[in-house]
């Protein structure tokens, strides 16, 4: 039977960056999607990259901080290894914050007047309210996800899809490998990056949860109408560069019903036209729900199990896309037996009762 170094749960954008820096090390790879690889939360995410001391938790802010600084390095690397664009942009947030966000202490971001939006975005309608300018990128997760994807294959990753694992394998109280339904893997070191499935898989039982977000895809009059994410407490917009623009989003707890509904979706696209008025005349082209992996902290899962050669990469909830780069670096490390470069001890599976 075949063995790997590692065997990766989860082809999600998170598995699939740990693969390439595994990789990048000399390991052997294994992935095993119970899917599509990228086709779950990755797949639906609306690709801020929110890095923003007042809706950031405190505990998480050093490694968001420097997940959003790598990314422009890890795009390219991805692009130049999978020959495919990610549609990173870099030009910025335009946002019309809550009233208890500009009470924040910690609150960021430059004051823009009625002329300075205007110069900004002509198209965009002026709310009677607050605005500022965040100095934030955007990323598209679908095509990040899908260069991920060739790029581990390029590297020489592994993948099994179609069929989910069922269990640890363990000998002589260690990881050994994992069981699916038909079929098991042997790997002296596995890694849970299953996202909202991460709890199913025993023996563990990690408390992820799906928290579900819909969302709404216009394709723009014009593919210049909009350059800014633009935030507000109705919607936000995130304009893409092949002229689509996403208007998001919701959290619900609806279990695993990815089912969008019409209430929603003229919700949001009533908003989309009260902020930028010629989206009255933007088609729809698709709206779909995605299921982030929630915790009951609302931090991340990182670091190893209580079975030895057991990890668990998962629980990062709406920041999956941003802290990709970081976790694929402090997660690789801690497998090869370095020390990360951040300290864990917040996000350790410890935390939770077994």
């Known amino acids: 039977m075949q063995t790997w170094d590692v065997i990766i749960i989860g082809g999600g954008i998170i598995g699939l960056s740990l693969s390439i820096a595994l990789r990048k090390r000399g390991a052997t790879v294994l992935i095993v999607e119970r899917g599509e690889p ?11 990259l929110v890095d923003s001391p007042f809706e950031t938790a405190p505990a998480l802010q050093l490694l968001a901080t420097a997940s959003a600084r790598m990314y422009p390095e890890f795009a390219y690397e991805l692009e130049a290894e999978s020959g495919m664009k990610v549609d990173l942009r870099d030009y910025g947030t335009i946002l019309f914050p809550p009233d208890e966000h500009l009470h924040h202490p910690q609150f960021t971001g430059s004051p823009l007047s009625s002329a300075d939006l205007a110069e900004l975005e002509p198209e965009l ?57 038909k079929v098991a893997h042997r790997g002296s070191k596995v890694v849970n ?24 895809c216009l394709a723009m009059p014009s593919r210049t109408l909009l350059k800014h994410v633009v935030r507000s407490p109705q919607a936000y917009l995130i304009p893409r560069s092949d002229g689509r623009l996403l208007v998001g ?5 609806a279990g695993f019903d990815k089912r969008t509904d019409s209430d929603t979706m003229q919700r949001f696209h009533k908003a989309a ?32 199990t209580a079975t030895p050669g057991y990890y668990v990469a998962t629980g990062h909830f709406r920041d999956g896309i941003l802290l990709a780069p970081i976790t694929a670096e402090v997660m690789a490390a801690l497998i090869e037996g370095r020390k990360p470069e951040f300290d864990l001890t917040p996000f350790s599976p410890s935390r939770f009762p077994s």
Do not use: Y
């Open 193 to 216: 990056c299953a996202g909202a499935w991460a709890g199913d898989i025993s023996p563990h039982a990690f408390p992820t949860r799906p928290v579900k977000g819909q969302m709404l």
């Open 249 to 253: 989003a919701t959290l619900e707890e």
């Open 125 to 181: 309608a002026i709310p009677n309210r607050p605005a500022f300018f965040l100095k934030e990128r955007c990323v598209d997760p679908r095509a990040l996800t899908a260069a991920a994807l060739q790029a581990a294959k390029n590297r020489g990753v592994d993948f099994r899809t179609g069929d989910a694992v069922q269990s640890i394998m363990q000998s002589a109280g260690r990881v050994c490998g994992v069981a699916r339904t």
């Open 38 to 48: 990228g086709r779950e939360a990755s797949h639906a995410a609306g690709g801020m």
């Open 273 to 304: 036209i009260a902020l930028v008025p010629k989206l009255a005349d933007a088609r729809i082209l698709e709206d779909w729900a995605g299921l982030r992996p929630g915790t009951p902290d609302g931090l991340p899962i990182l670091g190893e």
